[in-house]
């Protein structure tokens, strides 16, 4: 029984946690600007992913940027990100 509640105590203190850094995250979002379209760095944190990892959801077609430029500039709408979000 005591074993039991040690264990759902560290469940309860892990999901505290959670909640601290989803709460973090959403502040970070609040400070973006709205409709704005994100480059690259901005869309990585806007979703909380690293760079690398952002290029592999455009080459998979999970994410299609709004702009690609000759130059390697790279532009998402926030729109599409929520979507990116919500559906994940």
């Known amino acids: 029984m005591e074993e039991q509640l040690i264990r759902m105590e560290e469940k309860m203190d892990m999901l505290i946690k959670e909640v601290i850094g989803l709460k973090k995250r959403l502040d970070n979002l609040s400070h973006m600007p709205r409709?704005?379209?994100?480059?690259?760095?901005?869309?990585?944190?806007?979703?909380?992913?690293?760079?690398?990892?952002?290029?592999?959801?455009?080459?998979?077609?999970?994410?299609?940027?709004?702009?690609?430029?000759?130059?390697?500039?790279?532009?998402?709408?926030?729109?599409?990100?929520?979507r990116y979000l919500n559906n994940k």
């Open 35 to 82: 409709d704005k379209p994100l480059p690259i760095n901005g869309a990585a944190e806007y979703l909380n992913l690293s760079v690398s990892r952002l290029y592999g959801l455009i080459y998979s077609g999970e994410l299609t940027p709004i702009q690609r430029s000759k130059r390697g500039r790279i532009l998402f709408s926030q729109e599409e990100l929520k």
